[in-house]
């Protein structure tokens, strides 16, 4: 595969054929680096252009074009920051986080003041009325996971992780259109009814917080989740001889969440129902002399 040589911001870049802006550009960034900013950029799952977050000016293109999806062009000139660039992010921050909870989104506070973002000034409809919003109750319907749709801001990465992509269940999609627009189960149905394997995979996707595992929900509505305390440990699963890769999330001595490496040659990020939420039966005893079954 040969290379491609194109301008970013006044600079010479080199980048694999094939690869996308955002990849040549060093992938997603942060609120503290002067990378692309991206809210449905997935490692293991194809671009849906959903946030439009990550647009950068292309010369010669009469529209921004989405960087995680564009791939890159020998002589092209890309323009990751200009007036164009920064309104439509400022825009694009300020629309969602005006009607989406983002309060567990990774760098948005940092982005909003970088951009100048004030989802506050459209908190209110032109009639003095309170604006719609997607919030909606927590559905907790299961003892696994909970889905809190008020911080989904429709990225598909969740819908792409269950259905083509991955794990081929195909159990969720979107449903409605504007403010109804919703992560769905066919026909609504709760999870338990549903065809869900419970394999998790959607919650490691999710960028916002809007699926989560159980464990942590409980500690962060008690005010006792703190990542601060937490460790991280990789291992092997030991409930088959598939042998995926595991990332034990541990505070207070006890594992409170697993994850997967996306970058894992095995798993891609991605593990069954007994890997991601198995770690229940290895939590140790207070007392391992203790064989009190009630326990």
């Known amino acids: 595969m040969s290379d491609v040589t194109f301008t970013v911001d006044g600079r010479t870049v080199t980048a694999a054929e094939g690869s996308t802006i955002l990849q040549a550009c060093g992938g997603p960034g942060t609120a503290t680096d002067d990378g692309i900013p991206t809210l449905c950029y997935g490692d293991t799952i194809d671009p849906r252009n959903a946030c439009r977050l990550c647009v950068v000016e292309v010369e010669g293109s009469r529209p921004l074009v989405p960087a995680c999806s564009r791939p890159v062009e020998t002589g092209m000139v890309v323009h990751t920051r200009s007036e164009r660039v920064d309104h439509s992010r400022r825009m694009v921050l300020e629309f969602l986080g005006s009607s989406v909870d983002l309060s567990l989104t990774a760098h948005v506070a940092g982005w909003n003041e970088r951009y100048g973002a004030d989802p506050g000034r459209f908190a209110t409809a032109a009639d003095g009325a309170e604006a719609a919003t997607v919030d909606q109750p927590v559905k907790i319907d299961n003892d696994l996971y909970v889905r809190d749709y008020a ?26 259109r504007g403010f109804d627009a919703r992560v769905s189960t066919e026909h609504d149905v709760a999870l338990p009814d549903s065809a869900c394997v419970y394999c998790g995979n959607c919650i490691q996707v999710c960028p916002t917080g809007a699926l ?23 291992t092997i699963c030991g409930f088959c001889g598939v042998g995926c890769q595991l990332t034990l999330h541990v505070q207070d001595d006890a594992i409170v969440k697993v994850t997967s490496p996306p970058e894992s040659t095995i798993t891609h990020g991605n593990l069954c129902v007994k890997g991601r939420f198995g770690f229940q039966h290895a939590q140790r005893l207070p007392d391992p002399t203790i064989r009190d079954a009630t326990i």
């Open 151 to 176: 911080k989904c801001i429709l990225c598909y990465q969740c819908v792409d992780a269950c259905g083509e992509q991955w794990q081929h269940s195909f159990v969720i999609d979107i449903a409605g």
């Open 212 to 234: 989560m595992a159980t464990s942590e929900y409980d500690l962060r509505t008690a005010g006792e989740w703190d990542e601060g305390r937490q460790t991280a440990t990789d």
